[in-house]
T-cell receptor, first 114, second 119 residues
Framework: AQSVTQLGSHVSVSEGALVLLRCNYS??????LFWYVQYPNQGLQLLLK??????LVKGINGFEAEFKKSETSFHLTKPSAHMSDAAEYFC????????????FGQGTRLTINP | NAGVMQNPRHLVRRRGQEARLRCSPV?????VYWYRQLPEEGLKFMVY????????ESGMPKERFSAEFPKEGPSILRIQQVVRGDSAAYFC?????????????????FGPGTRLTVL
């Protein structure tokens, strides 16, 4: 069975600082990996996805993530945080074959300090 | 292009009542997924449906919960005899077709959710 662990339920950074949100996954077979962002009282928006192509994936709003198979990690980064980045971020995994469901981590709430 | 539509956006029910949540997928999408988000938690998969078929209901509670996706009309998630523990945000996602190994991945598009409060 797949699972996702997001280290740190709350992360706080200063505006302009590096954003690093951690995600580790467990899967018996190579998975697809995703990062979603959720703004208050809204649905989920896809930031980026890894689908077995390039291990460094660039997404929207300046975010990127690197798939590291040896570390079973898919950490999300952004070089310079903006106030508008304040939101909840979810890492998710899905099998390439078989079950179509997404398995989500518990989320990380990102706060940006002025 | 209209995205995934969910209604109502907010629903208040008293214990013992029924809740019906509707999801209209992106036009042309034939696959629907329901997820539940309890307070301060991530999303948990409930059920995956194609038109007129339940494909995977491994995340559905055994009692009181049911889902359908008829040939015509929206997908419905139905909760009978609601209890306070059912209070959550329920999200629907849709995709045009199931992903196939070796073929390009198929993204799930999420709706804004229905926030159910049980009094």
């Amino acid at each position: 069975a797949q699972s996702v662990t997001q280290l740190g339920s709350h992360v706080s950074v200063s505006e302009g600082a590096l954003v690093l949100l951690r995600c580790n996954y467990s899967s018996s077979v190579p998975p697809y990996l995703f990062w979603y962002v959720q703004y208050p009282n809204q649905g989920l928006q896809l930031l980026l996805k890894y689908t077995s192509a390039a291990t460094l994936v660039k997404g929207i709003n300046g975010f990127e993530a690197e798939f590291k198979k040896s570390e079973t990690s898919f950490h999300l980064t952004k070089p310079s945080a903006h106030m508008s980045d304040a939101a909840e971020y979810f890492c998710a995994v899905r099998l390439i074959q078989g079950a179509q469901k997404l398995v989500f981590g518990q989320g990380t709430r990102l706060t940006i300090n002025p | 292009n209209a995205g995934v539509m969910q209604n109502p956006r907010h629903l208040v029910r008293r214990r013992g009542q029924e809740a019906r949540l509707r999801c209209s997928p992106v036009k042309g999408h034939s696959h629907v997924y329901w997820y539940r988000q309890l307070p301060e938690e991530g999303l948990k998969f409930m059920v995956y449906l194609q038109k007129e078929n339940i494909i995977d209901e491994s995340g559905m509670p055994k009692e009181r919960f049911s889902a359908e996706f008829p040939k015509e009309g929206p997908s419905i998630l139905r909760i009978q005899q609601v209890v306070r523990g059912d209070s959550a945000a329920y999200f629907c996602a849709s995709s045009p077709r199931a992903g196939v190994a070796g073929v390009s991945y198929n993204e799930q598009f999420f709706g804004p959710g229905t926030r159910l409060t049980v009094l």
